[in-house]
């Protein structure tokens, strides 16, 4: 299907893009790495009058440590996030959940922050953010907001982000040493959308659990906190025993779509398996 009408125009700076998005009344999109938003123009989910690439803004881009968080620049691919050594040591979620996105082609081309403000709920990256308790940089005409993981993802492909506001980058605060971290999906074939996927990271201390979080994605309208897992989980050794709990909280945690090719009660029963094979190779490595 042909794209309907648009005009497409490059800012440079942040101001820029400001000025592009009100000069249309409001009926723009930003484009970064384009993956999802020419997609559905061409399935005419969306029909804006204006696109305003993003994706040449230098402060968009970039990876760094600053003070105890490490920030990674919206416009950061999803091949770098891969590939990138600092986030690798103190964003690994991120890193582990990239080889699962799309096929190499796309993972060239798309940005985490297209990618995270899309909030597609059965996206990976989402899913990580939220179990890193991350924090999201928009900024706006108004001036700068940081907007917790926990409060950005309001529903289907809805977010905090307000008309005009442009997602500049994510912080992730720097974990405390022996940290566990896993993730995990299961998929039709690789590259496939997510039947169901958990992020999940915990503190070990004296082999008791701390500050466990997990979350899951396409199980729900958007990325999901299993607050009853990790209550599970805390201060209590990772254990069979205690990873039992936690699968059998989900019931609890989850309330997933009941599809006739995919039932509600299948979908929870994968989410309970996958859960159990994240937390128990976290388990081998404390």
Do not use: C
Request: no cysteine.
């Amino acid at each position: 299907m042909k794209l309907p009408s648009f005009e497409y125009l490059r800012a440079r700076s942040l101001a820029e893009a400001w000025a592009l998005h009100s000069d249309a009344g409001g009926d723009a999109v930003y484009l970064s790495g384009g993956h999802s938003v020419v997609p559905s123009m061409a399935l005419r989910l969306q029909a804006p009058s204006r696109l305003i690439d993003i994706s040449q803004i230098a402060e968009l881009h970039g990876v760094e440590l600053q003070d105890q968080t490490l920030r990674i620049g919206a416009m950061t691919r999803h091949a770098e996030v891969l590939a990138n050594p600092l986030i690798a040591r103190h964003a690994p979620l991120l890193s582990r959940a990239a080889p699962h996105v799309a096929h190499p082609a796309i993972r060239n081309r798309g940005t985490i922050g297209g990618n995270l403000a899309l909030a597609d709920p059965a996206s990976e990256f989402p899913a990580a953010v939220l179990a890193m308790r991350a924090e999201l940089e928009v900024m706006g005409p108004e001036g700068q907001r940081m907007i917790a993981a926990d409060d950005f993802f309001l529903d289907l492909y809805e977010t905090a982000l307000i008309p005009g506001e442009v997602l500049t980058a994510i912080h992730v605060p720097l974990p405390p040493e022996g940290r566990l971290f896993g993730f995990d999906e299961i998929a039709r074939r690789r590259g496939d959308y997510a039947m169901v996927g958990v992020a999940a990271q915990a503190d070990v201390s004296d082999g008791v659990v701390s500050d466990a979080s997990v979350t899951l994605f396409s199980v729900g309208v958007a990325p999901t906190r299993a607050t009853a897992a990790q209550d599970a989980l805390e201060g209590a050794p990772l254990s069979s025993d205690s990873i039992a709990r936690a699968q059998a909280a989900l019931a609890t945690d989850l309330d997933p779509p009941d599809d006739p090719g995919f039932p509600a009660e299948r979908r929870l029963q994968l989410a309970r398996v996958l859960l159990g094979r994240v937390l128990t190779r976290m388990e081998a490595v404390q």
